[in-house]
């Protein structure tokens, strides 16, 4: 029996990795999610080294831009280094609506750029947006950026 997709979430925040785990479970889609805490666990994992060796790679990479250490946009360009946005479509889940985050993000090829929801049905719907990148979904070679209501214009 094959194994579920699996969503790596890179997200320093428990809080926000506990978040995203309740609007999954709510969302009803069949995946997995794993967690990367920090960028060198990223590294780790996405290089499958050490007890990561026999792992395989994410069908989705949630990457939140704010990590302590090496920022996320450093390790958009480690992932878009070693893996194309055919092998792994990267998400960007950040707090930060600003445009040079924006700008920073774009020449990396990700799938998708989204400004965290506050409201727990918003986040189960962004949730939800991802299985256009899952194996069995539709592709789509798009970027959103999704703007809350504290940030919309």
Not at 87 to 103: H, N, R, Y
Request: charged letters at 20%; hydrophobic letters at 45%.
């Amino acid at each position: 029996m094959p194994s579920l997709p699996e969503i790596l979430l890179i997200e320093d925040s428990a809080d926000d990795r506990a978040l995203f785990d309740r609007a999954v479970a709510a969302s009803g889609m069949a995946v997995r999610v794993t967690h990367a805490p920090s960028a060198p666990e990223a590294v780790m994992r996405l290089n499958r080294l050490g007890i990561y060796a026999n792992s395989e790679l994410p069908a989705i990479i949630v990457l939140d831009l704010s990590l302590p250490g090496l920022q996320g946009a450093t390790l958009l360009q480690v992932v878009r280094n070693a893996y194309g946005p055919r092998e792994v479509p990267v998400v960007i889940l950040t707090g930060s609506d600003s445009a040079s985050d924006q700008a920073s993000c774009e020449p990396w090829d990700i799938s998708d750029y989204v400004v965290k929801p506050h409201a727990h049905s918003e986040l189960v719907a962004f949730v939800r947006s991802l299985a256009r990148f899952l194996p069995s979904g539709k592709k789509q070679a798009t970027t959103v950026i999704v703007r809350n209501s504290r940030t919309a214009p």
